[in-house]
Every structure is written in structure tokens, then in C-alpha cells.
């Protein structure tokens, strides 16, 4: 396989595709993370890389011709995998007509006792005004049958005249909707925070309970997790104003799976039709464990203007320990998926890769529990302080008044 390392960590990657001549028709610049569904000896796995950097334009890449074939752009990696975007263009609009996805269920380095290939598309995801690049910086998911395919930080444009990006752009809907929204911007999201245009939940709903989840992996367990799950997301709705919604996980309801390999871990939590898959890393360097990813998808209320919502974040540097020991923290964490989204985790107790006796080993607490018990203690000696000052000035004056009389 072609890169492992790569498949595990989103970046943006710059292609072109040239004619015979020289001239580029298609440059695209974007982030491409898959998650993939598959079969493992009868049971349910997720298999979940990025597009990488040293991806390769295949030779089946073309600029068409006149109306005999249109432009298309095929990216390969890895043992076997492609990725194909076909082009049309109509008046005065060029879009993605279809979205090709070929991939090989037999690479070992990301689905594990699988075997065969599976091919899957998508109809126009992507459209834009001819002589403009399309761009697009939030997340944009495709949804296909076992395949979750989200594009984020896409600059992209197809019918090139100069060879260059056009100085002009067609936004995408997403980021027009994030600019316009009010939402809020700090991890810590609140029903305060709401937008006055939302009425507030009457109520909001109790802590989640602590649910106990493990992955195996082929050297015994490799992720072991205590927590309280809830999911937080802040959506348009169909009237134009701005709805929250908060779901607690109910853990004996909430089906668990994951993977690992050496330097990755995927624990994949569902509970209804809402699923959040926990992508954790190893630094080498520093011999520690740490939560690189958060993907999120879920049905909204039927009052959101868009019910199926999806979100990813790729970027994290979450719930951190050193390997051998696990991560715990009493206070509620706001893990931010998005400006949207929210995994706020209870209660919560963790240790990937190396797990002996399927036991937590040696404690780290999170810097919130630490401040947590610094308060006490420094309010604790700012009274005993008091206490001594006080007693002090009461000895000093004890031992005044039995001075006597002094000589006048």
C-alpha cells in the first residue's frame, strides 16, 4: 500500500489533469476522508483513511473532447483504490456529474480478512459557473451505499481556459449557510448560547449515563472506555431560525465495534440512527495515545431543514495520555466536531493500545480535575491562613493586657 502513514491523516492535495499539449483542464485541490463499511469474518467493521497526498493522476484522467467525452479526473492509491470525478458542463454551468469510488476490499492495511473490490457512485455533487473556481471550506458529505465520502477544503475548477484558477468563485451552499448563521464559536456550548431567533429546550436533559465499551484488537484489547455520551447540534430549521439538539447515549442500548492496528484506533459507538466513531492516534515520539478524530452522523427533528446530518473533524489532540496508562476526568468535556457539533463526554475513563489484564493502569487526570481540587486547596489555605493571622493578633493582645502597669 502506498502510504499508510498518509491514509490515516487528512491534508489538502493539489492535482491536474493536462491535454495532449500541456495545457491544464482541471485543477482540483481538496480533502478527501473515507469511511467505509465492510464485512469481517460475519461481523460489521468500519474502515476509515484519507485521501493522501501522494495520490496519484491516473492515466485515464482526460480533458475530453469537444462532445465525443468529457473531462474527468482519477485519482489512485493505495493497493487499488481510485477515486473519479467526471465532469459535464450545460449552458453555463460545469459540475461533478458523477463521483466514482473504486475500492479494494483485499488491502489488508485498511480492511482487515476482507477480500474482493466494490465500485460505488454518486450523482452531481459539485457545480459551478463556468470561468469561475468552485470553493467550498466546510465539510460536504457524501452519503453511498457502505461509503461515507466527506470533502472539506475544496478549490476546484474544471474547463480551464488560462491553466490557472480563475480569479472568480462559485461558493458552496454550506459555506454561504455558516457565514449567514449565527452559531456558536467557543467549545463550550451551552442552551444559553442558543440564538435568541431559537426558543430554548424548556429542559435540558440529565447527565448521560456511564457506558462501558472495548475494542479487540489481534494482541487482546485495545481500547478500553468508560463514558457518558451526548451529542450536541446546533441546526437551521425550516422556519429560518436556529434549533439545538441534545441526545444523551443510553448505553444498554448502544451497540459498540472498532479496529486497531500499531499507531491507530477506532472505536464506532451507534445508539439509534445517531453514530460517533472515536479515531485515536500514537505519537511515536512521545510514547502517548491521544483522540486525533471525530465523526459524527445523525438523524435531526423533523423540523430541520436538512434532517441527515453528518460532521468530521480530523484534527483533534483530545484525551491524552502517556501508553501503558489511562486518561480520566470527572468533568464534562466539550469535544468540538464543529462550530455545529459537539461530543461532550461524562465521567470518562480511557486507555488505547496497550491495555494489560483488560484493567486501566496508572491514573492521568485532565487538567479540569486538577483545577478542580487546586480550588479547594488554595481556599482551604487562604482560610487556615486567616485562622493563624487571627490567632496570632489574639496572642499578641493576650499577652498585652497582662503587661501590667507601666511607670509614668
Same mark, same amino acid.
Given at each position: 500500500?502506498?502510504?499508510?502513514?498518509?491514509?490515516?491523516?487528512?491534508?489538502?492535495?493539489?492535482?491536474?489533469?493536462k491535454?495532449s499539449?500541456?495545457?491544464?483542464?482541471?485543477?482540483?485541490?481538496?480533502?478527501v476522508? /473515507?469511511?467505509?463499511?465492510?464485512?469481517?469474518?460475519?461481523q460489521?467493521?468500519?474502515?476509515?483513511?484519507?485521501?493522501?497526498?501522494?495520490?496519484?493522476?491516473?492515466?485515464q484522467?482526460?480533458?475530453?473532447?469537444?462532445?465525443t467525452?468529457?473531462?474527468?479526473?482519477?485519482?489512485g492509491?493505495?493497493?487499488?483504490?481510485?477515486?473519479?470525478?467526471?465532469?459535464?458542463?450545460?449552458?453555463e454551468?460545469?459540475?461533478?456529474?458523477?463521483?466514482?469510488f473504486?475500492?479494494?476490499?483485499s488491502?489488508a492495511?485498511?480492511?482487515h480478512?476482507?477480500?474482493?473490490?466494490?465500485?460505488?457512485?454518486?450523482?452531481?455533487?459539485?457545480?459551478?459557473?463556468?470561468?469561475?473556481?468552485?470553493?467550498?471550506?466546510?465539510?460536504?458529505?457524501?452519503? @453511498?451505499?457502505?461509503?461515507?465520502?466527506?470533502?472539506?477544503?475544496?478549490?476546484?475548477?474544471?474547463y480551464?481556459?488560462?491553466?490557472?484558477?480563475?480569479?472568480?468563485?462559485?461558493?458552496?451552499?454550506?459555506?454561504?449557510?455558516?457565514?449567514?448563521?449565527?452559531?456558536?464559536?467557543t467549545?463550550?456550548?451551552?442552551?444559553?448560547?442558543v440564538?435568541?431567533?431559537?426558543?430554548?429546550?424548556? #429542559?435540558?436533559?440529565?447527565?448521560?449515563?456511564?457506558?462501558?465499551?472495548?475494542?479487540?484488537?489481534?494482541?487482546?484489547?485495545?481500547?478500553?472506555?468508560?463514558?457518558?455520551?451526548?451529542?450536541?447540534?446546533?441546526?437551521?430549521k425550516?422556519?429560518?431560525? @436556529?434549533?439545538?439538539?441534545?441526545?444523551?447515549?443510553?448505553?444498554?442500548?448502544?451497540? /459498540?465495534?472498532?479496529r486497531?492496528?500499531?499507531?491507530? #484506533?477506532?472505536?464506532?459507538?451507534?445508539f439509534?440512527?445517531t453514530?460517533?466513531? /472515536?479515531?485515536? #492516534?500514537?505519537?511515536?515520539?512521545?510514547?502517548?495515545?491521544?483522540?486525533?478524530?471525530?465523526?459524527?452522523?445523525?438523524?435531526?427533528?423533523?423540523? #430541520?431543514?436538512?434532517?441527515? /446530518?453528518?460532521?468530521?473533524?480530523?484534527? @483533534?489532540?483530545?484525551?491524552?495520555?502517556?501508553?501503558g496508562?489511562?486518561?480520566k476526568?470527572?468533568?464534562?468535556?466539550?469535544?468540538?466536531?464543529?462550530?455545529?457539533?459537539?461530543?461532550?463526554?461524562?465521567?470518562?475513563?480511557?486507555?488505547?493500545?496497550?491495555?494489560?489484564?483488560?484493567?486501566?493502569g496508572?491514573?492521568?487526570?485532565?487538567?479540569?480535575?486538577?483545577?478542580n @481540587?487546586l480550588?479547594?486547596?488554595?481556599?482551604?489555605?487562604?482560610?487556615?491562613?486567616?485562622?493563624?493571622?487571627?490567632?496570632?493578633?489574639?496572642?499578641?493582645?493576650r499577652k498585652?493586657?497582662?503587661?501590667?502597669?507601666?511607670?509614668?
Amino acid at each position: 500500500s502506498g502510504g499508510k502513514a498518509e491514509l490515516l491523516s487528512g491534508a489538502s492535495s493539489s492535482f491536474e489533469v493536462k491535454d495532449s499539449s500541456g495545457k491544464v483542464c482541471i485543477i482540483a485541490d481538496l480533502t478527501v476522508d /473515507f469511511s467505509v463499511e465492510y464485512k469481517s469474518r460475519g461481523q460489521k467493521e468500519f474502515a476509515h483513511f484519507f485521501l493522501p497526498q501522494n495520490a496519484t493522476v491516473e492515466p485515464q484522467s482526460s480533458c475530453g473532447s469537444g462532445n465525443t467525452s468529457h473531462p474527468i479526473l482519477v485519482l489512485g492509491f493505495g493497493a487499488g483504490h481510485s477515486l473519479s470525478l467526471n465532469f459535464s458542463e450545460l449552458e453555463e454551468k460545469y459540475q461533478v456529474e458523477e463521483l466514482v469510488f473504486h475500492y479494494n476490499l483485499s488491502d489488508a492495511t485498511l480492511f482487515h480478512n476482507s477480500t474482493a473490490g466494490k465500485r460505488v457512485s454518486h450523482k452531481t455533487i459539485i457545480q459551478a459557473y463556468v470561468g469561475t473556481k468552485y470553493r467550498c471550506i466546510s465539510s460536504k458529505h457524501v452519503n @453511498m451505499k457502505n461509503v461515507n465520502i466527506t470533502f472539506s477544503n475544496v478549490t476546484l475548477e474544471a474547463y480551464l481556459t488560462n491553466g490557472t484558477f480563475s480569479m472568480n468563485k462559485t461558493e458552496c451552499a454550506e459555506d454561504m449557510v455558516s457565514t449567514t448563521a449565527v452559531a456558536p464559536t467557543t467549545p463550550k456550548q451551552t442552551t444559553s448560547q442558543v440564538p435568541t431567533t431559537s426558543p430554548a429546550p424548556t #429542559a435540558s436533559p440529565p447527565n448521560p449515563a456511564v457506558g462501558k465499551y472495548n475494542v479487540t484488537g489481534p494482541n487482546g484489547t485495545c481500547v478500553l472506555a468508560y463514558m457518558g455520551l451526548q451529542l450536541n447540534i446546533t441546526y437551521p430549521k425550516k422556519d429560518g431560525k @436556529m434549533g439545538l439538539d441534545l441526545l444523551n447515549f443510553i448505553p444498554h442500548n448502544t451497540t /459498540f465495534s472498532g479496529r486497531c492496528d500499531n499507531t491507530s #484506533a477506532f472505536l464506532n459507538l451507534t445508539f439509534e440512527k445517531t453514530r460517533v466513531i /472515536f479515531h485515536f #492516534a500514537l505519537n511515536a515520539s512521545t510514547e502517548k495515545f491521544f483522540l486525533q478524530g471525530l465523526n459524527v452522523s445523525t438523524t435531526l427533528p423533523s423540523e #430541520a431543514k436538512v434532517p441527515k /446530518f453528518e460532521a468530521s473533524n480530523n484534527s @483533534m489532540s483530545d484525551l491524552r495520555a502517556t501508553v501503558g496508562n489511562s486518561y480520566k476526568c470527572s468533568a464534562e468535556e466539550n469535544l468540538q466536531v464543529t462550530n455545529y457539533a459537539l461530543v461532550n463526554v461524562f465521567n470518562v475513563q480511557i486507555q488505547v493500545f496497550k491495555i494489560d489484564g483488560d484493567k486501566f493502569g496508572a491514573v492521568e487526570e485532565c487538567q479540569l480535575d486538577e483545577n478542580n @481540587m487546586l480550588i479547594p486547596i488554595i481556599v482551604g489555605a487562604a482560610l487556615a491562613g486567616l485562622v493563624l493571622i487571627v490567632l496570632i493578633a489574639y496572642l499578641i493582645g493576650r499577652k498585652r493586657s497582662h503587661a501590667g502597669y507601666q511607670t509614668i
